[in-house]
Every structure is written in C-alpha cells, then in structure tokens.
C-alpha cells in the first residue's frame, strides 16, 4: 500500500485485508467461538463473587472507622478512594462491551442487553470480528482500545502508588494482572497490547476478554484494600487466641450482700511469651507517656503456661482482702523494644463459688468433642456431677489428630438450639445434691472448609504436580481443632481448543476420566474443580467454592 496519505476508501480496502488475512490465520471454528460464551459467564460469575466479598471488606472498614476514626479512619478514607478508581475503569470497560453488542446486534440489542447486562447466550453475530476492530483498534489505530490502555495503566500506577511498597506481594499480583506489555507472538513477531487482545477476534471472545480485563480490576482492587485493612493494626500487638474471662472482686458473697464481676473476652499471643513481673512499681511520665519500671531490683518472676498465661500461686495465711500487682512485659512488634503494662488486683481468701471454663474457646461447636473444665474449689472431682440441657456431657479428654486438649469433661452439643446450659452440682458428705450453678454457652456449628488439590485452592500449578495427585482435599483454616472434612463428589471442567469438558466424581478421588482430562492441559491452559460436596462433623453435605488453576 502507498506510504502517502490514503483516502477513505484506500483505509477500508486495507482493513478488509488485514481481517481476511487474520480470518484465514484464526481458522475459528463455530463451536470454539461458542465456547467463549461459557467462559463470559464463568467470568461474570467470579465478578459477583468478588463484588460480594471487596463490599465485606468495605463494611469492614466502615465498623473499624466507627470504633476508631483515628487510627483507622485514614486507611478507609483510601480504600474507598481505590473502590472509586476501580469503579471508574470497570464502568469503562463495560461501556465498550455494551458499544460493540449494540453495533453488532442492531434490530436485535434490545433481547441481548437488559439495563447495563449483556445476556451473551442471546448474542448472535458471536463471530463478527469487524465491530470489535473498527470500535476498539480504528481504521488510524485512533480506537478506543487506546484510551482504555491509558486508563488501566493509570488505575495500575494509583494502587501501586497506594502500596507505597509496603506490599510487594500485593504489588507484584497487580503489575502481572493488570500488565499492559506489547506480546510476543507464536512467530516471533510482537504485537502491541490492544492489537493482541483485540484485533480482528470474535465479538464473543473480545466481550469475554474485555469481562476477564474486569475481572482483573476487581481482582487488583481486592488486593490493595486487603492490604489497607491490614495496615490498621501495623504496630499494634497481635494476638492469635480469644480466652472467655471472668473476673470478680471477691467469690465469696454473704446472703444479703451483691456480688458483682466483669466479664470480657481476653486476648493473648502464643508465639510470645511474656514476662510478668510481681511487686511495687514505680512510674515516670516522659514526653507525655507513662513508663514503669520495677521497685525492686529482683523482682518476682511468676512461671508462663503454654498457652501463654502467668502461673501466681500464693499460699496466704490469714483471712480477709488482699492485693497485688506488678508488670507485664511484651516486645514491641515496631522496633523490638520491652513495653510494660501495669496491673493490680485483689482477692479474698474465703471459699469461692463454682469455676466452669471452655479450655480452647466461648462457643461449643455442633458434632464435635468440645474439652470443659468443670471444678468446684474444694470438692473432689469424684463427687461432681454436671449436666448439658442440649446433647451430651460426659468425662473424659479430647484429642484431635496429635493434639490432647486440657479439660477433664466433654461436650457435645446437638443441632436444635443456638445455646446450652451446663449445671453443676456435688455429692454432699451426708449424700444429699448442692447445687452450685447454671452456665450459658454459645452453640454453633463448625466453620465450613475450603476444597484445595496439592494444597492450593486458586493460582498455578505445573502439569506433572496436578497429574499426581490422588483427588481433593477439604481442610478448615485457621481452627482451633484439627476437624476433618471428606469430600464426597466433583467435577472437573477443562477448556481446551475453545470447548468445555467436564467429568463429575462420586467420591474424593479423580476418576480415570477426569485424568484423560487433566492429561490434555498444556502451559496457560485453564482447569476448574466445581460442584465440590463434603460431609463433616455434624453429617451435612456442603458445597464448597470451586478451585480454579492455571497451569505454568
């Protein structure tokens, strides 16, 4: 073609070249383009569930904002500036999508589009490859695919700016997700980013890509506010187990007087151990803070457990009120240095009233063995007698894989109720029953798992390690028992050559023909694993989310 200035028509004789040669190249079948309107849907699927799950994390903010605007009024006031820069790059991209439908589908947009939603199974012209160039490239590579690359490199070079490299996990996912790089082609020959993703395709396939390019600003946005919400308690101690606590000012009451106690959910770390010094304390106000130091130069230093609680043992010898107090010393998460805490309390040495305590947590689960300590201050363990008003209460330890949990009694809780009562009596000395009092617990049922293949439940995975594997897994994250899961059935749907195959098994195990599957998949190929079911603990059947993979 002439290197002058081409006319109109000079310009549209070229165009039509270049889409029959790369029609000729493509050489795309009809039932391949059709498959393209399978992964559109997959895709907006995984574009709700993330517009479900980035909302949680905004009311997340907006409660921590409500509890403290100081420390965490800031990092919300950034989140929502990247839910805004996010909205605005998903709505333009979705306004392309709409822009080429209607071209296409002229006389018949209306039964395609509802609203701002593309029904992509109505959509006919699936294979017209010239709306999408001429919208998106341009007869003078003047397209709108042009300005929409300037928009997501802009929307990029924002949340890489937000991370202000305190996030490299975070910012190496959004650099690779949301990568704008010329292509190098399979002959060698590179392409620019809007030619490779956009010229001469199917419309079908140029709205699912442009669906997966929303999928990835959804996905960048998840991983910048995760990161924010992370960064509101950077600096502040971590603690890992929540312990029910009750702490009254004396357990012994005399008929006629009040007795009265705090109760309150207590925190602790048990990757720290601390120290917890006993004695008189001195305190020094500089800059503004307090700071305490020890009277004594040895102080007493009482022994830590291994769930991380100081063990005080004192034998008095006299009756009444008695107090005492000291320090606990943790180190810093900020720059490792000891930060002391102040305490002070008081007992009465005088027969208290009944202790019942879950060893591991507040809340009894349904169709587990749940560990109880059950102990009254001066009666003998054989002669306590405890009930549960809903399930089962009995003697006994609990284990859980190589785990034995303290508590000499076990719960099990029934399905029926959203609490239960354990009551407490004793066997007197003349045989009558004391009563000794009633506790309330919290019923609930065991967290669902998560469905993972060689320990991954989303991301890569290389074809030999996938190939290898027996079947799936259902594991509880971050529990406190080592609960089990089985799997009971799946499928496994691979897109090769543009089409979907899928095969469902009974059980946990891949079957031989979900093998032949996997067995097909190539580097960059994509395997999903849906319809996962698994039975637990309490006899119900779950669906779990799928797991999808990419083989590299």
Same mark, same amino acid.
């Given at each position: 073609?002439?290197?002058?200035?081409?006319?109109?028509?000079?310009?549209?004789?070229?165009?039509?070249?270049?889409?029959?040669?790369?029609?000729?190249?493509?050489?795309?079948?009809?039932?391949?383009?059709?498959?393209?309107?399978?992964?559109?849907?997959?895709?907006?699927?995984?574009?709700?569930?993330?517009?479900?799950?980035?909302?949680?994390?905004?009311?997340?903010?907006?409660?921590?904002?409500?509890?403290?605007?100081?420390?965490?009024?800031?990092?919300?006031?950034?989140?929502?500036?990247?839910?805004?820069?996010?909205?605005?790059?998903?709505?333009?991209?979705?306004?392309?999508?709409?822009?080429?439908?209607?071209?296409?589908?002229?006389?018949?947009?209306?039964?395609?589009?509802?609203?701002?939603?593309?029904?992509?199974?109505?959509?006919?012209?699936?294979?017209?490859?010239?709306?999408?160039?001429?919208?998106?490239?341009?007869?003078?590579?003047?397209?709108?695919?042009?300005?929409?690359?300037?928009?997501?490199?802009?929307?990029?070079?924002?949340?890489?700016?937000?991370?202000?490299?305190?996030?490299?996990?975070?910012?190496?996912?959004?650099?690779?997700?949301?990568?704008?790089?010329?292509?190098?082609?399979?002959?060698?020959?590179?392409?620019?980013?809007?030619?490779?993703?956009?010229?001469?395709?199917?419309?079908?396939?140029?709205?699912?890509?442009?669906?997966?390019?929303?999928?990835?600003?959804?996905?960048?946005?998840?991983?910048?506010?995760?990161?924010?919400?992370?960064?509101?308690?950077?600096?502040?101690?971590?603690?890992?187990?929540?312990?029910?606590?009750?702490?009254?000012?004396?357990?012994?009451?005399?008929?006629?007087?009040?007795?009265?106690?705090?109760?309150?959910?207590?925190?602790?770390?048990?990757?720290?151990?601390?120290?917890?010094?006993?004695?008189?304390?001195?305190?020094?106000?500089?800059?503004?803070?307090?700071?305490?130091?020890?009277?004594?130069?040895?102080?007493?230093?009482?022994?830590?457990?291994? &769930?991380? %609680?100081?063990?005080?043992?004192?034998? =008095?010898? #006299?009756?009444?009120? +008695?107090?005492?107090? *000291?320090?606990? @010393?943790?180190?810093?998460?900020?720059?490792?240095?000891?930060?002391?805490?102040?305490?002070?309390?008081?007992?009465?040495?005088?027969?208290?009233?009944?202790?019942?305590?879950?060893?591991?947590?507040?809340?009894?689960?349904?169709?587990?063995?749940?560990?109880?300590?059950?102990?009254?201050?001066?009666?003998?363990?054989?002669?306590?007698?405890?009930?549960?008003?809903?399930?089962?209460?009995?003697?006994? &330890?609990? %284990?859980?894989?190589?785990?034995?949990? =303290?508590? #000499?009694?076990?719960? +099990?809780?029934?399905? *029926?109720?959203? @609490?239960?009562?354990?009551?407490?009596?004793?066997?007197?000395?003349?045989?009558?029953?004391?009563?000794?009092?009633?506790?309330?617990?919290?019923?609930?049922?065991?967290?669902?798992?998560?469905?993972?293949?060689?320990?991954?439940?989303?991301?890569?995975?290389?074809?030999?390690?996938?190939?290898?594997?027996?079947?799936?897994?259902?594991?509880?994250?971050?529990?406190?028992?080592?609960?089990?899961?089985?799997?009971?059935?799946?499928?496994?749907?691979?897109?090769?050559?543009?089409?979907?195959?899928?095969?469902?098994?009974?059980?946990?195990?891949?079957?031989?023909?979900?093998?032949?599957?996997?067995?097909?998949?190539?580097?960059?190929?994509?395997?999903?694993?849906?319809?996962?079911?698994?039975?637990?603990?309490?006899?119900?059947?779950?669906?779990?989310?799928?797991?999808?993979?990419?083989?590299?």
């Amino acid at each position: 073609m002439a290197h002058g200035k081409e006319t109109p028509r000079q310009k549209m004789i070229g165009m039509m070249y270049l889409v029959l040669t790369a029609l000729l190249a493509l050489n795309v079948s009809k039932e391949a383009v059709e498959a393209f309107k399978l992964i559109d849907e997959s895709l907006n699927k995984t574009i709700a569930n993330f517009n479900v799950k980035n909302n949680l994390t905004y009311e997340e903010f907006d409660r921590a904002a409500a509890e403290n605007p100081v420390k965490a009024g800031p990092w919300r006031n950034q989140a929502y500036d990247v839910k805004e820069r996010s909205k605005e790059v998903f709505d333009l991209i979705q306004e392309l999508k709409l822009e080429i439908v209607r071209e296409a589908e002229k006389g018949h947009a209306e039964e395609v589009i509802e609203g701002n939603i593309i029904h992509t199974r109505e959509i006919e012209k699936i294979d017209d490859n010239n709306t999408p160039s001429e919208i998106l490239i341009g007869s003078d590579n003047n397209g709108k695919a042009y300005a929409l690359k300037a928009a997501i490199e802009e929307y990029r070079a924002f949340l890489i700016e937000t991370l202000d490299g305190k996030g490299p996990t975070a910012a190496e996912s959004i650099e690779s997700s949301l990568n704008t790089e010329d292509f190098k082609e399979k002959d060698g020959k590179v392409s620019t980013w809007e030619y490779h993703n956009f010229h001469t395709l199917p419309l079908v396939a140029v709205v699912a890509v442009l669906s997966k390019m929303q999928n990835d600003v959804k996905n960048a946005e998840a991983e910048t506010i995760n990161f924010l919400f992370s960064m509101i308690d950077v600096g502040s101690f971590k603690f890992n187990k929540l312990v029910p606590t009750v702490i009254s000012k004396t357990n012994y009451v005399q008929q006629g007087s009040e007795y009265s106690a705090e109760v309150f959910i207590a925190a602790t770390d048990t990757t720290q151990k601390p120290n917890i010094l006993v004695g008189e304390i001195d305190s020094t106000l500089v800059d503004g803070v307090w700071q305490y130091t020890m009277k004594s130069a040895n102080p007493e230093k009482i022994p830590i457990d291994s &769930r991380g %609680r100081g063990i005080y043992t004192v034998s =008095p010898s #006299s009756l009444g009120d +008695k107090e005492w107090g *000291g320090l606990i @010393q943790l180190i810093s998460p900020m720059d490792g240095s000891m930060v002391s805490y102040p305490f002070q309390a008081e007992y009465q040495v005088a027969p208290p009233t009944v202790v019942v305590s879950p060893t591991a947590m507040n809340i009894l689960y349904i169709g587990l063995d749940n560990p109880i300590d059950i102990s009254v201050p001066g009666v003998t363990p054989d002669n306590i007698r405890a009930s549960i008003s809903n399930g089962s209460l009995s003697k006994g &330890r609990v %284990r859980y894989g190589n785990r034995t949990y =303290p508590g #000499s009694w076990v719960a +099990k809780p029934r399905i *029926g109720s959203n @609490q239960t009562q354990i009551t407490v009596t004793s066997v007197k000395e003349d045989g009558t029953m004391q009563r000794h009092g009633t506790i309330t617990f919290r019923v609930r049922k065991p967290p669902p798992p998560i469905a993972k293949i060689a320990g991954k439940k989303s991301g890569n995975i290389s074809l030999p390690e996938l190939t290898s594997q027996i079947g799936l897994a259902a594991e509880v994250e971050d529990f406190e028992f080592d609960i089990k899961y089985q799997v009971t059935s799946f499928k496994v749907g691979v897109i090769s050559r543009g089409l979907l195959s899928e095969e469902a098994s009974s059980s946990y195990r891949l079957t031989d023909a979900q093998k032949g599957l996997l067995a097909q998949l190539r580097r960059g190929n994509m395997v999903q694993f849906t319809e996962i079911r698994a039975v637990g603990p309490t006899g119900e059947t779950l669906e779990l989310p799928a797991i999808v993979l990419k083989i590299n």
